[in-house]
T-cell receptor, first 111, second 113 residues
Framework: GNSVTQMEGPVTLSEEAFLTINCTYT??????LFWYVQYPGEGLQLLLK?????DKGSNKGFEATYRKETTSFHLEKGSVQVSDSAVYFC??????????FGSGTQLTVLP | NAGVTQTPKFQVLKTGQSMTLQCAQD?????MSWYRQDPGMGLRLIHY???????DQGEVPNGYNVSRSTTEDFPLRLLSAAPSQTSVYFC????????????FGPGTRLTVL
């Protein structure tokens, strides 16, 4: 079945540091890939998505590229801010109308 | 436009009690779903619906019932609560064509003693 493996946290960075959160997946067919973000006390929000190989999703300075050859969708940001502190979830959307989520990575950015 | 709303925000139950978690959306989305979020496990799909009158099971459906009588509402019922159902529950909705881009509610934190 489908599965998503995410880099374990928590991750603590200083403001303006470079961020990478690793995500790899196992799936049949050609799933869509997503990053969702959950700010404290809130529900999940879609951060970015990519629907086919080599697509790059981007939003709010975050980027991720759909790499079919390495089955990866790593999240990156060049300069994080305190306001980026949140939990980040990698997910894939398969053909059975189900989203499969990774376990989440807690990011804390210190001023 | 309120988006996806959930009530209550917090609930404490005793083992064996029943309750209904409410979810409503005002975006005319056909697709609605329920997830539970447990530490270290991400979100797991409980039940989902692709339209009024149509529901289906997700990854962890046991102990939960759903129905979808209107487009707007998708309640989740716990008939006999168990401590293993202590979790944070999220409702989500989307258009059927773009079902994989989902809009989430703020969640209900449920504790079963």
């Amino acid at each position: 079945g489908n599965s998503v493996t995410q880099m374990e946290g928590p991750v603590t960075l200083s403001e303006e540091a470079f961020l990478t959160i690793n995500c790899t997946y196992t799936a049949t067919g050609y799933p869509s890939l997503f990053w969702y973000v959950q700010y404290p006390g809130e529900g999940l929000q879609l951060l970015l998505k990519a629907t086919k190989a080599d697509d790059k999703g981007s939003n709010k300075g975050f980027e991720a590229t759909y790499r079919k050859e390495t089955t990866s969708f790593h999240l990156e940001k060049g300069s994080v801010q305190v306001s980026d502190s949140a939990v980040y979830f990698c997910a894939l959307g398969g053909s059975a109308r189900q989203l499969t989520f990774g376990s989440g990575t807690q990011l804390t950015v210190l001023p | 436009n309120a988006g996806v709303t959930q009530t209550p925000k917090f609930q404490v139950l005793k083992t064996g009690q029943s309750m209904t978690l409410q979810c409503a959306q005002d975006m005319n989305h056909e697709y609605m779903s329920w997830y539970r979020q447990d530490p270290g496990m991400g979100l797991r799909l409980i039940h989902y619906s692709v339209g009024a009158g149509i529901t289906d099971q997700g990854e962890v459906p046991n102990g939960y019932n759903v129905s979808r009588s209107t487009t707007e509402d998708f309640p989740l019922r716990l008939l006999s609560a168990a401590p293993s159902q202590t979790s944070v529950y999220f409702c989500a909705s989307s258009y059927a064509q773009g079902w994989d881009t989902q809009y989430f509610g703020p969640g209900t934190r449920l504790t079963v003693l």
